[in-house]
């Protein structure tokens, strides 16, 4: 797996074997970056980072700051090491732990973001909550959208609280969902 753009285009990221993460593939990364353009002068959120590799393609396009939030251990290591190795650990804050209580602490913080990825586990049931808490905890900005990668066989909800679906993608087995606010900015 490898950066498929931007100043780290072509480097390598690292994934521990028998990870029961899915890193997202480069022909969605590629995709997700021709349709959303360049990252904005803002902090993105890669929720379920797993890798990080979403995250990383903000940062190699030019995001200022990346904040990644993943509980595994071993998703971590990997994750850390990937940072580490391609010199973005000034530009990266990670979060170890569950990303529900990840947002609250973000929004006790003031932490606002216009990108938030989110790649959770296909069968865990745990996007709807997710998109709830995102809804909900004023983490997100003016314009803000939300980027949910999910099993064409599992589609998210067309609507989640304040968060409508603005467009859904097919890459193969892969969707890709695009929500925005639909009322309540912040």
Request: with cysteine; glycine share 12%.
């Amino acid at each position: 797996m490898r950066v498929t753009g931007g100043h780290d285009r072509g480097r390598k990221l690292r994934a521990p074997r028998g990870l029961s993460t899915r890193p997202t593939s480069a022909k969605v990364r590629e995709a997700l970056f021709n349709i959303l353009g360049l990252p904005p002068d803002a902090p993105v959120l890669d929720l379920y980072a797993g890798t990080g590799a979403l995250g990383i393609e903000c940062l190699s396009r030019g995001a200022p700051h990346a904040i990644f939030v993943e509980k595994d251990g071993r998703a971590l290591a990997a994750l850390h090491r990937n940072l580490k190795e391609l010199a973005l650990e000034d530009r990266a804050t990670v979060v170890g732990r569950d990303v529900r209580a990840a947002i609250k602490q973000l929004a006790a913080a003031g932490q606002r973001f216009v990108w938030v990825f989110a790649d959770p586990p296909y069968a865990a049931g745990e996007l709807e909550g997710t998109l709830g808490a995102l809804g909900g905890a004023g983490v997100l900005a003016r314009g803000a959208v939300i980027i949910v990668e999910h099993d064409k066989r599992h589609e998210p909800p067309s609507a989640s609280g304040d968060l409508q679906l603005a467009d859904r993608r097919y890459y193969g087995d892969t969707g890709v969902s695009f929500y925005r606010l639909s009322t309540g900015l912040t």
